[in-house]
């Protein structure tokens, strides 16, 4: 049995969780908060092997700083549980310590699964409904994709990044690639509408 705590400010959603997730006899929910305070002070009381984290929460805990702690309780397990997904995120939150992320409009079949994959030790489990390249996203490639986000000018980005517009462009060409684009143009339209 997987013992499960949900972690979400709005009551409702976090009711629906709950109910959704312990129908199959697969998942116990073992705990509920609403803060990232109540959160961490109950996570350390009944030390739940997963734990279903809302983006966004009220506390004097960051979201950050409550994800860190969570990861050392042992055996303790992070899935972020999100109302959106920006692809910008997804994996930042998978390389601080997350070891999932879904969304709240997933299936709760799904849920369930991502959940079991993470309990029996899978990383980098993300909702169905996020394309797949999102994971392979290094943190320099983000972090370009951010630059070439601020302005949206090639050559501007190229100087505060330290590179010659000619390579800058090269990177660029190879990053569309990578997440099924065919132009630099369409990957910076892209990287602005996904929260780079």
């Not at 920006?86 to 299936?107: F, N």
């Not at 990383?123 to 070439?148: C, D, F």
């Amino acid at each position: 049995m997987i013992r499960l705590m949900v972690v979400d400010d709005d009551i409702e959603s976090r009711k629906e969780a709950v109910s959704q997730l312990a129908d199959g006899g697969l998942i116990e929910v073992v705990g509920e908060a609403g803060t990232s305070d109540e959160a961490w002070q109950i996570a350390k009381q009944l030390l739940p092997n997963v734990i279903l984290l809302d983006l966004h929460l009220p506390g004097f805990l960051t979201t950050q700083d409550l994800l860190k702690r969570l990861c050392t309780l042992p055996n303790a397990k992070v899935i972020m549980y999100a109302s959106n997904a920006k692809v910008a995120d997804v994996q930042d939150w998978l390389e601080a310590g997350a070891c999932g992320y879904i969304l709240k409009s997933d299936r709760s079949a799904l849920m369930r699964m991502t959940i079991l994959m993470v309990s029996r030790g899978s990383k980098g489990v993300i909702s169905a409904s996020l394309p797949r390249y999102i994971t392979r996203l290094t943190y320099n490639e983000r972090m370009i994709l951010r630059h070439l986000t601020k302005r949206g000018k090639l050559k501007k980005a190229a100087e505060r990044l330290g590179f010659s517009e000619d390579e800058l462009t090269e990177i660029a060409m190879h990053l569309a690639a990578k997440v099924e684009l065919d132009s630099v143009d369409k990957l910076i339209n892209w990287a602005k509408k996904h929260g780079f």
